[in-house]
């Protein structure tokens, strides 16, 4: 993996709309101060879309017992 561009805070002040470009294409970005890097700039993971109700249809399964609260959980929480 390619190391991250490194920027000094004057510079990312001045370039920030360039920095932000190369961050959509998904590189990541340091800036320094005073040469000691102080935050990075990553790409925002992309949202997962979803196609709608029941689109997790048979990829999970909810146990039978799933309502049941163990005994030793519900008398931790006074529930009895």
């Known amino acids: 993996m390619e190391a991250a561009r490194q920027y000094n805070v004057h ?41 709608g109700r029941g689109s997790l249809a048979g990829r999970i399964r909810i146990a039978g017992d799933f309502d049941e609260l163990p005994d030793d959980l519900a008398d931790a929480f006074g529930v009895r």
Do not use: D, Y
């Open 11 to 51: 510079e990312a002040k001045t370039h920030f709309s360039r920095i932000l470009e190369q961050v959509a294409t998904g590189e990541e970005v340091v800036i320094s101060k005073a040469g000691e890097p102080v935050a990075k700039v990553v790409p925002l993971r992309p949202k997962v879309r979803r196609t």
